[in-house]
């Protein structure tokens, strides 16, 4: 069966760096696009970035753009989000979510890791 | 980017009622690409309903999505107490992916 595992949060300071990983298993990992999306304690959801299943193609949130880059390791079965010039902000639950679609992701989300926290805090 | 507004904020109903979810956007979603998402307290969130009225994997018929352009709902035609949840939009039609702020509906 599909599982995504997410590893990496925790409570970093103001401006340092965190590298997130979700490790997949279940399916042809190589086939997918894959994406980030986050939550805020107590808030809604918010799409974070993705990846195509080739790693062609890279999109992010305004958010976050320039600050956190999406990579892959298909050898690895594994997500990466590196995260870097933290904020406050960016404190939520952190999901890799699959895309419904193989190969050229639509951006709507099939499955999803059970989500790792990062704690943005001087 | 489009902006969806769900409402209402709450929907407090008892099991075997029935349960109407709105979700509204700021523009019209290209290609129906409206998917609609549960999540429990502690937990992901799960894909019930995709391209506004397909049902995912597993998701029991009494869950249904329905409409286009701008306006679309989530139905729950009788409340199981599994179904006491909070309930997101979200479209993928253009980027970036939004969601809804998200429809909680309690045990009354």
Known sequence: QVQLVESGGGVVQPGRSLRLSCAASGFTFSSYGMHWVRQAPGKGLEWVAVIWYDGSNKDYADSVKGRFTISRDDSKKTLYLQMNSLRAEDTAVYYCARDWTPLTPLGTFDYWGQGTLVTVSS | ?108
Do not use: M, N
């Open chain 2, 1 to 108: 980017e489009i902006v969806l507004t769900q409402s209402p904020g709450t929907l407090s109903l008892s099991p075997g009622q029935r349960a109407t979810l709105s979700c509204r956007a700021s523009q019209s979603v290209s290609s129906s690409y409206l998917a609609w998402y549960q999540q429990k307290p502690g937990q992901a969130p799960r894909l019930l309903i995709y391209a506004a009225s397909s049902r995912a994997t597993g998701i029991p018929d009494r869950l249904s999505g329905s409409g286009s352009g701008t306006d679309f709902t989530l139905t729950i035609s009788r409340l199981e107490p599994e179904d006491f949840a909070v309930y997101y939009c979200q479209q993928y039609g253009s980027s970036p992916p939004t969601f809804g702020q998200g429809t909680k509906v309690e045990i009354k």
